[in-house]
């Protein structure tokens, strides 16, 4: 456990580092569509790492045995499919990662009154401000669409993810729901991260075969082609004037 110790540290920086763009966002969001969509996607693939939140988790709840690693991911909670995802319009897109991230939030919020009763967990604090920080950015690129975030309502029960059960569960039942309930946040986020990558993907071809990066291709491949004549490059040429 202890060679996992500089690795855990080396992802909290990363993830402070890349996160302080909240602080950014709560100021006024960025004017630069590729700049944001970099960011985002950077967002997703980190907090789709499970090192980030779920290992921590298993650690803490001593769940780290192979059997009950793999009960954590044999119920997953119902998040938004992959395809799902990538089969939603861009503005639909960004309002299912908004509002779902909001569930999780909440989620996440419950399962941090638990921890406060018995022992600390600061991955869970960052992962909780974490979500804050992607929202935030989500939020600023539905505002560069001119499609902005749709309001859910305020009770949604039965939608999206949600770790509640019917009967009171035992202790052990409640910390293995808690790790698949993380075990597929991280998986959705996942799925996210790829989705953006696609869009960055279909901007930078985009701009590849835009009229003016083609012209300007072409005026450039033409200019390389240019040399200047002998006659040309001489101190020495001359002029003859008629007599």
């Known amino acids: 456990m202890q060679a996992q110790l500089p690795q855990r540290a080396v992802l909290s920086l990363a993830l402070s580092l890349l996160?302080?763009?909240?602080?950014?966002?709560?100021?006024?969001?960025?004017?630069?569509?590729?700049?944001?969509?970099?960011?985002?996607?950077?967002?997703?693939?980190?907090?789709?790492?499970?090192?980030?939140?779920?290992?921590?988790?298993?650690?803490?709840q001593d769940l780290n045995t192979p059997t009950l690693r793999a009960a954590c991911t044999e119920y997953p909670v119902a998040f938004p499919s992959e395809d799902t995802l990538r089969a939603l319009s861009k503005p639909q897109f960004l309002n299912t990662v908004h509002a779902t991230l909001g569930r999780v939030w909440h989620q996440l919020g419950a399962l941090r009154q638990k921890f406060l009763k018995t022992r600390p967990f600061p991955a869970l604090e960052r992962a909780r401000w974490n979500i804050q920080g992607i929202r935030n950015n989500v939020y600023c690129m539905a505002q560069l669409l001119n499609h902005p975030l749709e309001i859910p309502k305020p009770t949604q029960p039965g939608s999206g993810a949600s770790m509640s059960t019917a009967t009171t569960p035992s202790i052990f039942q409640t910390k293995l729901d808690s790790c698949r309930f993380l075990w597929s946040y991280h998986s959705f986020m996942g799925s996210v991260g790829r989705v953006f990558r696609e869009w960055r993907d279909g901007s930078s071809r985009s701009r590849r075969h835009s009229p003016r990066h083609s012209l300007l291709r072409a005026w450039h491949k033409g200019a390389s082609r240019i040399r200047p004549s002998r006659s040309s490059q001489s101190p020495m040429s001359r002029v003859q004037v008629p007599r």
């Open 19 to 60: 996160f302080l763009s909240m602080a950014r966002a709560a100021r006024g969001c960025s004017s630069s569509s590729p700049q944001l969509l970099s960011q985002l996607q950077s967002q997703a693939n980190i907090t789709g790492d499970t090192g980030s939140l779920l290992e921590p988790y298993i650690h803490l």
